[in-house]
């Protein structure tokens, strides 16, 4: 089938207690997924327990020993010479076995707390090529337009090869695209159909053209919602409550949709949502519910029984994905957590 695909799982934060979560890494590495991914926020939508994720992985990496784990966050809320002093530490408790995301950001988790999060892609470049010049254990001089540093050093490295951490970008738009490419040792992008995720990869690649020395071939990652169920309509009705939050608004014309969002829902995209502005929220599911259609929300997941939800993730892979990242919405989780592990990963690694 030619490369490896990796397989995923993302935590169920918010809403699982820490105990729960150390317990969910155990249990995905048993289970033989490659990597789990924490949600990496202050606060949700939903009103549910949210803890801060790289305690978790740090506590879920003294009970686990292959797994790799990591989180989806945003490169505002830590300076990146903190962020990296953090991530080599923990790069040791857990003998080199964690990654880290970062993107855009949200609103939810920075506006509130009065966190700066002007100009997101030149944060996410600098914040990178601080983080990578400080694990090479070496004083740093960096003058930047938001950062600067004068003989900065950290005096512990990553045990990883090449004492570098993996570093994901999370890009859907045309400028962050080709700053994935150039500077991330892999891209994450959310749920789209296949064929605009190969159109957004040629972005990513146009991008790679640029990327330094050192840096190999870029990892293809997308964030898959999925539900296994008998049948695409039982599948279907876990992601009919959710399906506002399942695509961004920008994407269906991408995607083909030739659809007019009125004025009153515009720039409702979960980027810009604001957990306790209760009308904006209300507005969010609106939107969701006048909008996508059953057969949207079927283009922009992977959903039906094990052969349909193998047979969608074969489009993906033929588009270039070489890494799903699942969030599981399957009316019976314990049971489609070892249908993805097992049955639908094990087809892929033959």
């Not at 317990?23 to 949600?39: R, S």
């Not at 879920?60 to 989806?72: F, L, P, Q, W």
């Not at 080709?178 to 500077?183: D, F, I, L, Q």
Request: charged share 25%; proline share 5%.
């Amino acid at each position: 089938m030619g490369k490896k695909i990796k397989f995923g799982i993302t935590a169920p934060v918010p809403g699982e207690s820490v105990e729960g979560l150390i317990k969910f890494a155990a249990d995905a590495e048993n289970a033989g997924f490659d990597t789990v991914w924490f949600p990496d926020h202050v606060v949700f939508m939903a009103k549910r327990l949210t803890p801060e994720v790289w305690s978790v992985i740090t506590a879920a990496s003294m009970k686990t020993s292959s797994v790799v784990m990591g989180t989806v966050g945003d490169s505002h809320r830590m300076h990146p010479a903190v962020f990296a002093h953090r991530l080599a530490t923990v790069d040791h408790v857990s003998n080199g076995r964690i990654f880290v995301c970062v993107g855009y950001g949200e609103k939810m988790n920075l506006d509130p707390y009065g966190i700066k999060w002007n100009k997101p892609l030149t944060r996410v470049v600098e914040s990178i090529k601080i983080m990578r010049a400080l694990w090479k254990g070496e004083p740093v001089d960096f003058d930047g337009e938001l950062y600067g540093m004068s003989q900065a050093e950290l005096r512990i490295q990553p045990v990883q090869e090449g004492n570098r951490i993996p570093i994901y970008v999370a890009a859907t738009g045309p400028r962050a695209l080709k700053v994935a490419g150039e500077y991330g040792d892999g891209w994450v992008t959310n749920a789209m159909p296949p064929s605009l995720f190969a159109r957004k990869l040629e972005s990513v690649l146009e991008g790679a053209a640029g990327r330094g020395a050192g840096l190999g071939d870029i990892e293809k990652t997308i964030y898959m919602f999925t539900s296994i169920a008998e049948n695409v309509d039982e599948a279907y009705k876990s992601l009919e409550p959710v399906k506002h939050a399942l695509i961004w608004p920008e994407l269906l014309s991408q995607a083909g949709y030739d659809i007019k969002i009125d004025e009153e829902y515009q720039g409702l995209e979960y980027t810009k949502i604001m957990p306790n502005d209760q009308d904006m929220l209300r507005k969010f599911r609106e939107m969701g519910e006048k909008y996508y259609s059953r057969d949207i929300v079927l283009d922009f997941v992977a959903a039906g029984s094990k052969a349909d939800v193998i047979k969608r993730l074969e489009e993906y892979v033929d588009a270039g994905v070489e890494h799903f990242i699942f969030r599981d919405f399957s009316p019976d989780k314990e049971k489609s957590f070892t249908v993805l592990s097992k049955d639908i990963a094990g087809y892929f690694r033959g």
